[in-house]
Nanobody, 124 residues
C-alpha cells in the first residue's frame, strides 16, 4: 500500500520561499506519476505540478512556472516542491498525490494516493 506524508508548510511573506517534501512509501517501481495539488478555501483542488519518477520529466500549471520547481530523489523516496517568489494567491493546503501510471494527469480524481496536506500561507 502506497503512503504519502507531506511536510514543510508554513507561513511566509510575499516574495519568500518554502520547500515542501513528500515521503513516499510502499511503491515497488518507478512507474509512478507524482503530483502536487493545492486547494484554497471555497475552491476546487487544482493541479500545481507533476513529475514522472521514471524519467524526471515535469509539468507545471502556468501560474507557477518560473517560481516553483518539482524534483524527486528516488533513493530517498521523496518528492520536493521548491516554491520561490511566493504570492498571497499561493495560499492553500498543498497535497501530494501519486498514481501508478506514465500519464501526467491534471485532475485530482485521477490520482489514487494522497497525503494529508500541508498548509501554506503567504501574507502580503
Amino acid at each position: 500500500q502506497v503512503q504519502l506524508v507531506e511536510s514543510g508548510g508554513g507561513a511566509v511573506q510575499a516574495g519568500g520561499s518554502l520547500r515542501l517534501s513528500c515521503a513516499l512509501s510502499g511503491r515497488t517501481s518507478n512507474a509512478y506519476t507524482m503530483a502536487w495539488f493545492r486547494q484554497a478555501p471555497g475552491k476546487e483542488r487544482e493541479f500545481v505540478t507533476g513529475i514522472f519518477l521514471s524519467t524526471g520529466l515535469t509539468s507545471y500549471t502556468d501560474s507557477v512556472k518560473g517560481r516553483f520547481t518539482i524534483s524527486s530523489d528516488n533513493a530517498k523516496n521523496t518528492v520536493y516542491l521548491q516554491m520561490n517568489s511566493l504570492k498571497p494567491e499561493d495560499t492553500a493546503v498543498y497535497y501530494c498525490a501519486a498514481r501508478y501510471t506514465l500519464v501526467m494527469y491534471r485532475t485530482a480524481s485521477n490520482y489514487d494516493y494522497w497525503g494529508q496536506g500541508t498548509q501554506v500561507t503567504v501574507s502580503s
